[in-house]
């Protein structure tokens, strides 16, 4: 994996381009060295992948190996969560193929955008196995219940435009400018204040019976920062000069 550093986010792509990125253990150890250090320094994550593809799934070769104990172990999904449970947002960036274990990765991203090239789905059916890191409920409350079961029980890739009308993707962008499209996105947090940011996450995590007492506790913690009341007053200074 390859990981590259700014002081607001940080940007990791997979590059195992002989395997098409599928990921292994080795890909699972670099993701959770990574979470640990958003954790202790929260910023922005670009997920991405080498190659033009995002990942293409598990690596096959280690999972065939794999017995009762390595599922109940929950290699990809404990890794999966903790990317989702990052402080700071997690953006991916597909191109090409994500599929299986690659698009519950992307799955636990909470901003996808994709190429006219992405290929998504969950093939783990006609390999003997489940959907079993994340997609058997994250697919669910990003596309709803009856969509999420039609792709799960079929198998069935999807291609770019149709992930984008279920809501799957946010946005279409050509490869060269995908990355580009991350940034930009990954600007427009940065722009904004980071334990906002952190608060408006942790809100949108939270169980439905949470609300609205988390976000009055969230907000009456903010309401005390002095970032809020720099920002309030220079926007109200704005809006007097014009």
Known sequence: MLVERHADRVVATLNRPEVRNAIDQATIDALHTLCAELEAEPRTLILTGAGGVFASGADIAQLRERRAADALAGINVNCFVRIHELPMPVIAAIDGYALGGGAELA????????????????????LGIIAAAGASWRLREIVGEARAAEL???GRIIGADEA???????ALHEASGLMDASHALADRI????????????R?????????PR??????????E??????RMTEFLEKRSRR
């Open 225 to 230: 920062s002095p970032e809020k009341q720099r």
């Open 190 to 201: 940065a722009a904004n204040d980071r334990a906002a940011t952190i608060a408006m996450k």
């Open 152 to 154: 799960l029980l079929t």
């Open 164 to 170: 984008l009308a279920i809501g799957l993707v946010t």
């Open 107 to 126: 799955y636990a991203a909470d901003l996808r955008i994709g190429t006219p090239a992405l290929k998504m789905g969950n093939p783990e059916t006609g």
């Open 203 to 211: 809100a949108l995590a939270a169980p439905r019976a949470a609300h």
């Open 214 to 223: 988390i976000d009055l506790e969230l907000q009456a913690e903010l309401f």
